[in-house]
């Protein structure tokens, strides 16, 4: 037993929803309890999908679990293939299907169903969700792949976006044009748009591009061993990452793989002046083996940081990324422990995060910035633009993304000048970040107002706030509390009261409501 | 002022009811920590449970509560699985060492999930022990919040019901109102029963475990929710008598609330009137700003809150809305009973879900409006159709006068934004 606040990883049944809602034409019926269906809200709100996941719940109650909860499945089953049509089903347990043992994968298969019945065994109470979206993969393409000849020309496949992954749905496209520029097509794109036929049609390419180790080595191995395919090892994340994953390309293919650089501005970007001020800060990476370890080598070879300190959530990844903190000289943080890695954040109190969703909210709390760089993530972290991670855009990205918490150099110089300004002081935030200081603050001591800033309000306009009407104005959420002081003192201006009531407010507030 | 009058086709106490069962589109009642642990200031909800229900519990919550949160989860490994025994020592190590981190935590839940029931780890008789290992400084309690036993809100009446047997006795004639309420607009609803001269008012779920909330024979109760059906249960067991009504949504469900506990202790109808005069007006003020854009709309509900037949009585009664089908997960009479005598005849009323079959009649009938979950809302949307998502009704301040106006408005937002938005190509 292990008490947790927060969780980098969801269980492994989610990892398995990753794979299905990815694809298309693939059906999971999962043997879960009402309440599972929460797992919808992932991807129908945190990544705005406009279909919902291809996954039916049996739902199973109480009072079933001393009847039949076997039938439940079935008729669920049956249920799902009648209704979604699809090509072939994935089966499975939740957390607590898994303990009831009604085995559904054995099950599925007496049904005697004319498609492709793909059991899956995600052990709940040992692994996670990259444990579970990997072994759904692995067992999609063991089922599924079919021997074949190669393609004439040179094709590879790409290998590892999942739904709800990080910057997937750009990192493909970038990838393609990547590959596309040196001269090979690709096969089939799986999970992510891949059908059950297109997962048949994957030996016939010549090679395979892992674009997500997390979700798709194991897939990626075993092609290799049944199908001959090499698979490419180097993560094209960053300037350098990304020559060197031409060059095992071109190694791979013996194509002469010759780059167009011509929209890379990184390397530029670093080196001009405005730059200057990156020089040796203090960064402390965390996330994903793979995303972290990329982001170790862009910031001390192509950003010019200090890396700090580095570490993973995944233990899948603790082998190399224990290799790479001893490379950077610094201690690795392995851990899914979230108060463990605020823990080791404010010890090393770092100038700058490059970590997840969770180290966003630990360095609002510590007051430094930071910059999401691997899953976890949350809904912002799926933008409308295209911004890739992968490839010579994806670097152009990440410069951007990852100066965007910080003061510009520019900037930084002028605030040293007048450091002892009372508007223009450090303490204040970048220029580029409106307001969000004194939201951080409001935030911090728990959303309460302080008297003096009443004060000046009342000094200014000549309406005093009665106790009251203070104590209720204190209720309302920090972020909309300004609001409804500026409303309802422009309220009270506008009818000449010099005092607001409690019934001011409201009134006040009925006034504005829509 | 008269009482609401019902309305003259007869309203949807007896109409027939469709139940469904199949693949539900809910929360588990581990949702309810997400408010509750934020009213009770000095409680911590421990989920024994699996990583799904931590995982759950964040997603849920969002980023909205990104503090160090009053509750955790206490996840089960393999090894718990193994043996049982060692769970109980496990949990018994786990909560000593979290105790010691929070000497501010005066009440602990242990709160049951899927896989802590399903493997029958008996949490009562872990209260119990660690009532006793931990006293008098922290009270250990138990519910269950799994999604075997509990849809969504039914969280929080499983909590209250639990608190139930451990209030103190009083054979004092008091007023207990029962519902976790954000606390201005419980200060609201305090101002107001006190300014009709009605009290003592004791509240549950308490803000502090030290707050004088009791029940004996002489206590009366009202319901600010309607889905505390248990505790319902439980005080009417320890003596107390439920004072039905219809619930505080509303101008007209608030009045017929206010109304029904100040006849219970017989507050002159000058008072009455002089009390809720200026907010019912207030309120009627706001509703009808917001109502013009609801006004003619349908209203199609999927079952999530149980707050479903008291929303669709305010908002076909004081909004102009016509319901097409009102969907609870659960209806229970004793506490709906009063909405539904309101709601004009006419919407499917429908229990339980079979999600996929509910859908299908939300797409023939193409309501103007879908109160759903957030796993569908989205999908729906790209339907073209508009939608409330419903965990919003729960997590926003809405009952009595002063929020009247909000609760509209969180309906004629989709429509007014579906208005506002011009984002088709060009013909």
């Known amino acids: 037993m292990k008490l947790t606040v927060w969780t980098y990883e969801g269980p492994p049944h989610v990892g398995a929803m990753r794979v299905a809602t990815a694809m298309k034409g693939l059906h999971y019926v999962l043997h879960a309890p009402q309440g599972d269906t929460y797992a919808d809200l992932l991807f129908t709100m945190i990544e705005r999908r406009d279909h919902r996941p291809p996954v039916t719940y049996t739902t199973f109650q109480a009072r079933d679990l001393g009847a039949d909860t076997a039938v439940l499945f079935k008729d669920a089953c049956n249920d799902a293939v009648e209704r979604f049509d699809p090509e072939a089903i994935i089966v499975g347990a939740s957390c607590t299907a898994e303990l009831i043992q009604d085995d559904p994968a054995g099950l599925a298969e007496t049904m005697g169903l004319s498609i492709p019945v793909i059991p899956l065994e995600l052990p709940s109470y040992q692994r996670k969700e990259n444990f579970g979206a990997d072994e759904t993969f692995y067992q999609i393409v063991k089922h599924l792949a079919r021997p074949q000849d190669r393609t004439a020309r040179v094709t590879c496949n790409i290998l590892g976006p999942t739904a709800l992954g990080f910057r997937h749905r750009d990192d493909v496209e970038e990838m393609t044009g990547l590959l596309s520029d040196l001269g090979i097509d690709v096969n089939v794109v799986a999970p992510l748009g891949a059908t059950p036929a297109d997962i048949a049609r994957l030996p016939a390419a010549h090679f395979n591009v892992l674009l997500s180790p997390e979700t798709g080595e194991t897939a990626a191995r075993w092609l290799e061993k049944n199908y001959g395919q090499p698979y490419t090892k180097t993560m094209p994340i960053g300037v350098g990452a990304t020559r060197d994953f031409i060059a095992e390309v071109g190694a791979i293919t013996g194509l002469p793989c010759t780059p167009d650089e011509s929209r890379l501005r990184m390397p530029w970007w670093s080196r001009s002046v405005d730059s200057t001020y990156l020089t040796g800060k203090c960064v402390f990476i965390f996330g994903d083996g793979t995303h972290v370890a990329a982001h170790a080598r862009i910031a001390r070879d192509e950003m010019g940081f200090e890396v700090v300190g580095i570490g993973c959530y995944n233990r899948e990844m603790a082998r190399p990324i224990r290799a790479l903190a001893k490379e950077y000289g610094v201690a690795p943080l392995i851990t899914d422990d979230y108060l463990e890695v605020e823990q080791a954040i404010e010890t090393l109190s770092p100038e700058m995060i490059l970590g997840t969703q969770m180290e966003r909210h630990i360095g609002k709390r510590l007051g430094i910035p930071c910059a999401v760089i691997s899953a976890p993530v949350h809904v912002q972290d799926y933008p409308a633009r295209y911004s890739p991670q992968v490839g010579f855009e994806g670097a152009n990205v990440i410069f951007d993304t990852l100066i965007h918490p910080l003061v510009m150099g520019l900037e930084e110089h002028l605030l040293t000048m007048f450091r002892d300004d009372f508007e223009f002081h450090d303490a204040a935030g970048p220029s580029h970040h409106g307001g969000q200081h004194q939201m951080a603050d409001a935030g911090a001591s728990g959303g309460s107002i302080s008297g003096k800033m009443i004060e000046q309000v009342a000094a200014s306009d000549n309406v005093i706030w009665l106790s009251d009407a203070e104590r209720a104005l204190k209720k309302i959420p920090f972020f909309v509390r300004g609001k409804a002081r500026r409303n309802t003192e422009t309220f009270a201006v506008e009818r000449g009261l010099h005092e607001i009531s409690l019934d001011t407010l409201y009134e006040a507030k009925a006034h504005y409501a829509r | ?427």
């Open chain 2, 1 to 427: 002022m008269n009482a609401p009058l019902p309305p003259a086709n007869g309203g949807c106490r007896s109409a027939p009811v469709l139940k469904e069962r199949g693949q539900r589109e809910v929360f588990c009642g581990l949702t309810g920590i997400i408010w509750l642990h934020r009213k009770m200031q000095d409680a911590f909800f421990l989920v024994v449970g699996s990583r799904t229900c931590a995982h759950l519990l964040q997603s849920a919550a969002g980023v909205m509560i990104f503090a160090e949160p009053r509750f955790g989860t206490a996840i089960l490994e393999e090894s718990d699985l193994a043996g049982l025994a060692d769970a109980h020592e496990e949990l018994d190590r786990e909560v000593a060492r979290l105790l010691a981190r929070r000497p501010d935590i005066r009440q602990l839940f242990l709160v049951g999930s899927c896989p802590s029931e399903v493997i029958k780890i008996d949490l009562a008789r872990a209260a119990e022990r660690l009532s006793q290992v931990h006293a008098p400084h922290v009270r250990v309690l138990n519910y269950s919040g799994s999604g075997i036993e509990t849809t969504f809100t039914q969280g929080e009446d499983a909590c209250l019901a639990s608190m139930v047997p451990v209030l103190k006795d009083t054979t004092a004639r008091e007023l207990l109102v029962v519902g976790a309420l954000p606390d201005v607009v419980e200060d609201q609803m305090l101002d107001l029963l006190a300014d009709m001269g009605v009290g003592p008012v004791r509240l549950l779920p308490a803000r502090r475990i030290d707050d004088t909330t009791a029940v004996g024979p002489n206590t009366v109760f009202a319901l600010t929710q309607p889905f505390l059906g248990d505790t319902h249960a439980a005080l009417e067991r320890r003596g107390a008598r439920h004072i039905a009504a219809p619930f505080p949504f509303g101008d007209e469900g608030t009045t017929a609330w206010l109304r029904a506990i100040a006849t219970e202790f017989g507050v002159n109808e000058e008072t009455f009137e002089a009390v809720t005069a200026a907010p019912r007006a207030r309120a009627r003020k706001a509703i009808a700003q917001a109502a013009d854009a609801l006004r003619g709309k349908s209203v199609f509900f999927f079952p999530d809150s149980q707050l479903e037949i008291p929303l669709a009585r305010f908002l076909t009664r004081e909004c102009g809305m016509t319901a097409v089908e009102v969907g609870s997960p659960y209806i229970h009479d004793a506490l709906h009973g009063p909405d539904l005598d309101l709601l004009p005849a006419g919407p499917q009323i429908s229990e339980g879900q079979d999600v996929d079959k509910q859908l299908a009649r939300a797409r023939a009938a193409r309501p103007d409006l879908t109160v759903c979950g957030l796993g569908l809302a989205n999908p729906l949307e790209a339907e073209g159709l508009s939608t409330k998502w419903a965990i919003e009704l729960v997590f926003t301040p809405v009952h009595f006068y002063e929020q009247a106006g909000d609760l509209a408005g969180l309906f004629s937002r989709p429509l007014r934004r579906k208005s506002a938005l011009r984002l088709e190509a060009a013909e």
